[in-house]
């Protein structure tokens, strides 16, 4: 079977993915004019294509790894933009709190009651934007207490001597 141009940069890129022969069987069957690959096509496009395959998986890797989101200062300037956005919603259009209304009884007896309620999940959210920026920044570390071998008891910090004591004896004598 004879590929067109565009099958055929369609299906090496489609082996420069990784996939398999059923997988690009099921690519090219909603492809504009469908066509098939045998195990064998497709065993063909590797072996001939294999230097340009490895030379595209290093680009597209190092594209990957270069750009977007897999930068911190980019990830980090993308939060800092949302934290920039929350705290203007809460500062300048003064959604800290919220206008509110209650009804309270029936028909003529009703009488509804205005308050203002405290907006806690757009400031638990700006918060933990913030949180999110420190740990990229790497100001967050997050510390883990010691446990007994068994994992049922949790130490203080400041008992790690005790511990070091009773688990490894040989140490601290």
Do not use: C
Request: hydrophobic residues 40%.
């Amino acid at each position: 079977m004879k590929l067109n141009k565009a099958q055929k940069k369609s299906v090496i890129s489609w082996i420069a993915e990784g996939l398999q022969s059923n997988e690009i069987n099921d690519r090219a069957a909603v492809f504009k004019q469908p066509f098939s690959m045998t195990k064998q096509h497709v065993d063909y496009y590797r072996k001939t294509r294999a230097s340009q395959m490895s030379a595209l998986k290093e680009v597209h890797e190092s594209d990957a790894i270069n750009t977007g989101l897999a930068l911190v200062a980019v990830r980090v300037q993308r939060l800092q933009r949302l934290a920039d956005m929350m705290w203007h919603d809460i500062e300048v259009k003064k959604m800290m709190w919220l206008e509110d209304k209650k009804g309270i009884g029936f028909g003529e007896a009703a009488e509804i009651y205005k308050f203002e309620k405290f907006n806690k999940a757009e400031v638990d959210a700006y918060r933990g934007v913030l949180d999110d920026i420190a740990k990229e920044v790497g100001d967050r570390v997050h510390k883990i207490a010691p446990t007994d071998p068994t994992g049922k008891i949790e130490y203080a910090a400041d008992a790690r001597e005790s511990i070091l004591g009773k688990l490894l004896p040989e140490l601290t004598e």
